[in-house]
């Protein structure tokens, strides 16, 4: 194995963007990911050499620099303590709920903030070696809120780029965070910090100015040292064509008609597709569905509702209570309503690769997506990509930061279960053609603002900031 060469690029994420797949005679082998952010990010790294800095989801796995796909990938080593600290504890049970509303009570420990900090400096210290001469470092999310700051220290000649997928909270729950100055300082490192909506980056902007205390106008914010940081909304899509492409495939075709078979052939077939997390909004769905059944507004010998559950997080009890939750619900709603051969919610606690994604989005008559918060939410955005027919409907929570693009779904507020049933029954009733209006738009949304378009937007930002800078990254697509 030899060590990546010093990058013009390098990208510095909590995961690294392959999976560990264990082959037949015993051996292990890395596989891309499937996630969006590869796929967006894949073509500007080869331009530019990139070089990945990313943890590989294990303990105390101390591995070398490696190469998958031609993707110089650098791992980060995390121990039992630190992935218990750091990745469950700050990371998903103190900032996970805090960013999203306190939809679960975040808690807060003084070592597991030792935690974040002291992992936090590790992946700052892998990205100051990789990094060349005035190159630029794209730090994502926040598990990594530190990095900008602390790379800075070491490397003052790098251009930083910073962006969160998740939603920033406004300023009355920021600051419940005992280290809310430091996260606030910490993201200050960068050079541009950019957030899913135009909202988050004035809240951002907001408490700077309040908490630390530094001059701001509009989105720029002035440093005591003469550094002028921007922040910026970027909002994050999906590889559009990439979608369209496999749910035209054949193979994805007629998986999708044998789903429906398999489900009976039912009229009308709604969809969730989640991973297992409480700010999703599936019980609220499941819910609202089972008294549908219940009050005969569907029967479950014409509609069904296929739940995809992907496991996320098992070891933090909040997602650990939750399925127990869904477990029981389903069990009860299927219990009460359900006949021989026909249950009214078909659930899957697991997860697929995207050709059976996407034909379950070619199945599908009505997606469902409720998050009571959501910093984007890619599966509204996937459907959309999928119905190249403009056939389907979507009802989507304006909670998710995808409603404040895809206007034309049937928009619904998850704390409100009898809206959210009303527009369920809506959707199934609407005609092809108030579908076919409400798609199209919705269609062109997603067609003009891909992911490609995204890392575009951010990377063009970051580098024609500050014309001084010599060494400026090329997004891929403009080469
Ligand atoms: C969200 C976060 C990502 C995270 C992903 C999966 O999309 O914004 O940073 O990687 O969930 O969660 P996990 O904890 O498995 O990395």
Not at 48 to 55: E, F, L, S, V
Not at 179 to 203: K, S
Not at 285 to 314: K, T
């Amino acid at each position: 194995m030899t060590s990546p060469g010093p990058a013009a690029l390098v990208i510095v994420a909590n995961r690294l963007p392959v999976d560990q797949v264990s082959e037949p005679d015993g051996t292990t082998s890395w596989r891309p990911s499937p996630g969006g952010l590869v796929s967006a990010l894949e073509p500007v790294m080869r331009e530019n050499d990139g070089t990945w800095i990313g943890w590989t989801g294990g303990r105390d796995d101390r591995m070398e620099p490696f190469e998958a796909d031609d993707l110089d990938l650098v791992p980060v080593t995390m121990t039992a303590q630190e992935v218990e600290e750091f990745y469950e504890g700050f990371s998903n049970a103190t900032l996970w709920p805090l960013y999203h509303d306190l939809v679960a009570k975040p808690e807060f420990h003084r070592e597991w903030w030792d935690s974040y900090v002291s992992v936090n400096r590790r992946f700052a210290e892998l990205a100051a070696e990789h990094a060349a001469e005035s190159a630029t470092v794209w730090v994502h999310d926040y598990q990594l809120q530190l990095v900008p700051q602390m790379l800075r220290e070491l490397r003052p000649d790098l251009r930083i780029g910073f962006y969160l997928h998740i939603p920033f909270p406004p300023a009355e729950l920021f600051q419940q965070l005992p280290w809310r100055r430091q996260i606030l300082e910490g993201l200050l490192g960068a050079d541009l910090v950019g957030f899913q909506l135009p909202g988050a980056a004035a809240n951002f902007v907001r408490l700077v100015r309040q908490r630390v205390g530094h001059k701001t106008h509009r989105d720029l914010i002035y440093l005591p040292d003469g550094r002028t940081v921007r922040a910026g909304a970027f909002p994050i899509s999906i590889d559009t064509a990439g979608y369209e492409e496999l749910a035209r495939s054949e193979a994805v075709v007629e998986r999708a008609a044998e789903i429906r078979e398999a489900l009976g052939d039912p009229r009308k077939v709604f969809l969730g597709i989640d991973r297992l997390d409480y700010t999703k909004g599936i019980h609220a769905r499941l819910r609202a569905f089972g008294e549908l059944v219940r009050d005969g507004h569907f029967d479950v010998e014409d509609a069904v509702f296929v739940q995809v559950a992907v496991p996320s997080r098992e070891q933090v009890e909040q997602y650990r209570l939750l399925r127990d939750d869904i477990d029981r619900l389903v069990g009860h709603i299927n219990g009460d309503y359900g006949r021989i051969g026909r249950p009214a919610i078909s659930y899957l606690h697991s997860s697929y690769p995207r050709e059976e994604m996407a034909a379950l989005y070619r199945a599908a008559d009505i997606m469902v997506v409720t998050p009571y918060r959501d910093g984007m939410n890619l599966v509204a955005k996937e459907y959309v990509a999928c119905r190249h027919d403009n056939t389907g409907a979507l009802v989507l929570s304006e909670f998710a930061g995808a409603a404040e693009e895809l206007r034309q779904a049937y928009l619904i507020n998850p704390y409100d279960i009898n809206g959210m049933k009303s527009a369920l029954v809506g959707a199934a009733r609407a005609d092809d053609k108030e579908l076919a209006r409400r798609m199209r738009a919705m269609r062109k949304t997603v067609i003009q603002h891909d992911v490609a378009a995204w890392a575009d937007d951010f990377l063009t930002e970051l580098n024609d900031g500050d014309l001084t800078h010599d060494k400026v990254v090329r997004p891929a697509r403009r080469l």
